[in-house]
């Protein structure tokens, strides 16, 4: 079988029964949107399931129909490390069974940053709507700590992965009141949206900033047209109150 990374977060922010949690991620999948076959790369949120599923759905059903590897740019919550890591393990695992990483470009990217594997809830959120949009995909794991160079990370996956489908992994802002949350979550939007990734500053109220950065510099190499945006909501549309709301945003990037 190999090196298998448990998962630490079902039961928590996703179900652990595995029907429960297919019933609800295919829910989330049941949307307006249509699969766009240019589309090479999305923002999606990362909390639990009952908060920021529906909006993550929106980027993952959006995504095209047609993809074998996947790569996942999450923020580090729990675990401080200086940098970047790419997961050198075999599989992934959650409660729909084992998702393969492709250890081809695992090990490419492994000779321009670290290898630790940790469980981090911003990444592993990703892999049950990967196993049920793309259940023949293959993920390439990549959390960034503090301090990442975006811009190396950017030119290490187009290298080694100029083909995969990326997504970077972010909420946005954080136990704001519902008015002042909209109004700092529409400067990252807008930053989103110009494609330039200067404008994804540290001064922007998002977790995975950092992975948003790096997802628009693999846009820029891969000569992108557009991003757009796809859905947006709060902890307050899942009935969460309006005092200290958190922000969740899905955004494509269009070839």
Excluded at 1 to 19: C, H, I, R, T
Excluded at 229 to 254: K, N, P, Q, R
Aim: glycine residues 8%.
């Amino acid at each position: 079988m190999g090196n298998v990374l448990k998962p630490g977060f079902a039961g928590s922010f996703y179900p652990a029964d595995p029907l429960a949690l297919k019933v609800m991620v295919n829910r989330f999948l049941d949307n307006s949107c249509e699969p766009m076959k240019d589309a090479m790369g999305m923002v999606v949120p990362h909390a639990g399931y009952v908060y920021s599923g529906k909006t993550a759905g929106y980027g993952f059903a959006s995504a095209p129909d047609s993809v074998s590897t996947v790569v996942i740019i999450a923020p580090s919550h729990r675990f401080p490390f200086r940098g970047e890591t790419v997961f050198d393990t075999d599989f992934m695992e959650t409660p729909l069974g084992m998702c393969p990483l492709n250890r081809e470009v695992v090990s490419g990217l492994a000779s321009g940053m670290e290898t630790v594997v940790f469980n981090e809830h911003s990444l592993e959120v990703m892999v049950p709507f990967i196993q049920i949009k793309w259940p023949e995909a293959e993920i390439v794991p990549i959390v960034l700590g503090i301090d990442p160079d975006c811009r190396k990370v950017a030119g290490l996956i187009q290298q080694f992965a100029p083909d995969a489908f990326i997504v970077a992994s972010s909420d946005l802002s954080h136990f704001y009141p519902l008015k002042v949350a909209e109004q700092l979550d529409r400067l990252v939007i807008n930053a989103f949206l110009t494609l330039d990734p200067k404008r994804i500053t540290d001064s922007l109220e998002a977790c995975g900033r950092a992975a948003v950065r790096t997802l628009l510099y693999i846009a820029g190499l891969r000569n992108a047209e557009r991003a757009i945006e796809l859905h947006y909501s709060t902890s307050a549309d899942a009935g969460a109150g309006t005092d200290e709301v958190v922000g969740y945003f899905s955004g494509m990037v269009i070839k």
